[in-house]
């Protein structure tokens, strides 16, 4: 059987060309070669003599499974092996990848520039087939008299959910005792469309031994941002269609009143949240839903919303400012004498603030 050699510049699980390697290993003629122990970065900096005498020993034990036919390369530094098996099956050919400019890499010191430039031009005189992944790559062979196919790279492996049916949420704070991790894993599980911005420190020393929390930590529809600065939240807001305060139904959350449902309706979204009283404040801003069936619903009404935000929502949460919330304590402090400040006591002024 004719065989053909890729010689992989690493592993193929982090190589950038993976699906390429992959796609051409279906054949069980061609097989796809890990780098070796010595790294090619080594070999290839090292002297043409010795660097010929230490590939000729690593040649020696590959196998190529067949009457070797085809050598591909993917970098100028496994030139010198690639050449060490050719020398052992001179009618063979040489195909050299070509998917970056190796001779101008920004990590390249000037020695090794001049090295890398010396091995590619080597390889491309030697090359009966040689494929780049850009039209501007083609054009630099052309330049240099040879011939090169422009093959661009494939991303097969990576997801591509369909985004005309996303719901994009977000989720803004705590991350541990008072989140419903079952609900969010159930509406999580059964909506692939789901996006599900969380916004804030997850707290495994208060959940980690929910495993419904656990699950959460591993969905991939679920991203775990991390605390973010209130200028970045804001944004990650504008990037969703829905507001989230997936709490658990219990004496503890049903009287509390979470400031993030008006930071989300000061963007214009509105909040999906439990059956729980103390949100009634702000009705104007929520969505109540009990149970996953009527959140998925509730997310699914919303899929949209983040290219078309309610601006009366937004209006009407902007004016909830401070000093309107604090009306009716200003008032009881005019009736006690004591008027409304211009600003905030500074800092050391010598006055109780």
């Known amino acids: 059987m004719n065989a053909a050699l890729l010689l ?5 699980d982090s190589f950038i060309l993976r699906e390429q390697a992959e796609d051409l290993s279906r054949s069980p003629g061609v097989t796809a070669l890990e780098a070796p122990r010595l790294p090619y970065g080594v070999l290839g900096r090292l002297p043409d003599g010795l660097a010929r005498l230490v590939a000729r020993v690593l040649a020696r034990t590959i196998r190529p499974g067949g009457e070797l036919r085809v050598v591909v390369i993917f970098h100028p530094f496994q030139l010198p092996l690639a050449e060490a098996l050719l020398d052992r099956a001179p009618s063979a050919e040489l195909w050299y990848s070509r998917w970056d400019r190796y001779e101008d890499a920004y990590d390249a010191d000037p020695r090794t520039k001049r090295r890398l430039e010396a091995l590619h031009t080597r390889a491309a005189r030697r090359s009966a087939f040689t494929f780049v992944v850009s039209t501007a790559l083609e054009r630099l062979e052309h330049e240099a008299g040879r011939e090169a196919l422009v093959v661009p790279t494939p991303a097969d492996s990576f997801p591509a959910p369909d985004p005309g049916s996303a719901v ?5 704070g705590h991350l541990g005792w ?9 509406v999580a599980e059964r909506m692939p469309e789901l996006i599900v911005l969380l916004v804030g420190g997850w707290r495994d020393d208060q959940s980690g031994e929910d495993e419904d929390y656990v699950a959460c930590r591993a969905l991939p529809n679920l991203l775990w941002l991390g605390f973010r600065p209130d ?11 829905v507001g989230l305060l997936p709490f658990k139904e219990e004496p503890f959350n049903d009287a509390a009143l979470p400031n ?3 930071k989300y309706a000061r963007l214009g979204r509105r909040t999906i949240v439990p059956e729980l009283e103390g949100v009634r404040v702000w009705e104007r801003a929520v969505v109540r839903a009990s149970g996953a069936d009527r959140w998925v619903a509730a997310l699914r009404e919303h899929a949209g919303a983040r290219v078309r935000p309610d601006a009366e929502l937004r209006e009407w949460a902007l004016a909830h400012t401070a000093a309107r919330q ?6 009881r402090l005019a009736a006690l004498g004591i008027t409304q400040g211009s600003a ?3 800092p050391g ?3 109780a603030p």
């Open 231 to 241: 200028e970045e939240a804001a944004r990650l807001i504008v990037c969703a269609d």
């Open 260 to 262: 993030r449902i008006l």
């Open 326 to 331: 604090n009306e009716p304590l200003w008032e």
């Open 178 to 186: 008072r989140v419903d991790w079952k609900l969010l894993r159930t």
């Open 349 to 351: 002024s010598g006055r």
């Open 344 to 346: 905030l006591t500074p």
């Open 168 to 172: 994009i949420a977000v989720s803004l």
């Open 8 to 12: 992989l510049p690493r592993t193929l």
